[in-house]
Nanobody
Framework: QVQLVESGGGLAQPGGSLRLSCAASGITFSAYVMSWYRQAPGKQREWVAAVTSGGGTNYASSVQGRFTISRDNTKNTVFLQMNSMNPEDTAVYYC????????????WGQGTQVTVSS
């Protein structure tokens, strides 16, 4: 059974930081591109960042330079370090695993709430 379990969400002040984690089980972790998405209230889910098995990264323009995605293939975990946060970063953050060789095969975590407010 595939499980993606996010943790690390919570409340951050504007300008502050949070670090999200997503622990994967039931998949060959190194065969998957790992991504973070987010969904703000009343908005569609949007892609935030992705990291390949080899460590290559891509970011949405809205988080470029503020967020860093990374992965530890030995621990089957992907991280999202969020710095210089602002209220527009408030959303439920979801972890996504997409098979590198077949993009139709993907899995989602349950999400973790991130709120940026003073």
């Amino acid at each position: 059974q595939v499980q993606l379990v996010e943790s690390g969400g919570g409340l951050a002040q504007p300008g502050g930081s949070l670090r999200l984690s997503c622990a994967a089980s039931g998949i060959t972790f190194s065969a998957y591109v790992m991504s973070w998405y987010r969904q703000a209230p009343g908005k569609q889910r949007e892609w935030v960042a992705a990291v390949t098995s080899g460590g290559g990264t891509n970011y949405a323009s809205s988080v470029q330079g503020r967020f860093t995605i990374s992965r530890d293939n030995t621990k089957n975990t992907v991280f999202l370090q969020m710095n210089s946060m602002n209220p527009e970063d408030t959303a439920v953050y979801y972890c996504n695993a997409r098979l590198t060789d077949n993009s139709r095969i993907q899995y989602w975590g349950q999400g973790t709430q991130v709120t940026v407010s003073s």
